[in-house]
């Protein structure tokens, strides 16, 4: 059911404000949906990417700040290849997630931005991903009761198999990959 056309409350600074943090013109795209017809990940997202530039262009900042896929894009980058002006979505979702994080907008699904922060947290202590210290901060992020060992059997066959390590490796630029995200976060 569409809402009420009160309900809407467009924000003209949403399209200058993104346009300028990510320093492109995104005004540019005439929705041929390319991008949304090669994403990789378009069926799990809630927004097609090119609607997601559409509600970015008509000012809807809650609408899209509260969308799943501004937190569920890859940055594979297939959109930017297909797209006929080079429109780069996944650039402008990165502006979105810091948006939503900066005005603490309350995300469609909690558990996605709760998996955001915990591989930014994994990759902060280690330089890279531990896969087991990010899996044990999501699931104590998230709280999901029945759920803590959902992924066990799982992670038994990862491990017996090499592919999941107990301890962290670190990766030799820990220091500086720390420093580049404090940038970011600060940013924020």
């Known amino acids: ?13 949403l399209l200058r404000g993104v346009e300028e943090e990510l320093g492109q ?8 949906s390319k991008c949304a017809s090669g994403c990789p990940v378009a069926f799990a997202m809630d927004v097609q990417p090119n609607k997601v530039v559409r509600l970015v262009q008509m000012g ?11 937190w569920l894009c890859a940055s594979c ?3 930017v290849t297909r797209c006929p002006n080079q429109v780069d979505i996944p650039a402008m979702m990165d502006v979105l997630r810091q948006m939503a994080i900066r005005e603490k907008a ?11 922060a915990a591989f930014l947290s994994s ?12 899996l044990t901060t999501y699931k104590v992020k998230t709280r999901k009761r029945g759920d803590a060992l959902k992924d066990a059997g799982l992670g038994w066959e990862m491990f017996k198999r090499g592919k999941l390590r107990i301890l962290p490796s670190k990766a030799r630029e820990t220091k500086q990959i720390r420093k580049m995200l404090r940038e970011i976060v600060d940013r924020i």
């Open 60 to 70: 809807l900042k809650d609408e899209v700040l509260r969308s799943a896929s501004i």
């Open 25 to 32: 013109k995104i005004a540019s795209c005439f929705h041929c």
């Open 77 to 79: 980058e297939t959109c």
């Open 1 to 13: 059911m569409a809402p009420a056309l009160g309900a809407i409350s467009p924000d003209p600074a």
């Open 106 to 116: 309350p995300a469609a699904d909690p558990a996605i931005p709760a998996f955001h």
């Open 123 to 134: 990759v902060g202590k280690h330089g890279r991903v531990h896969d087991l210290g990010m």
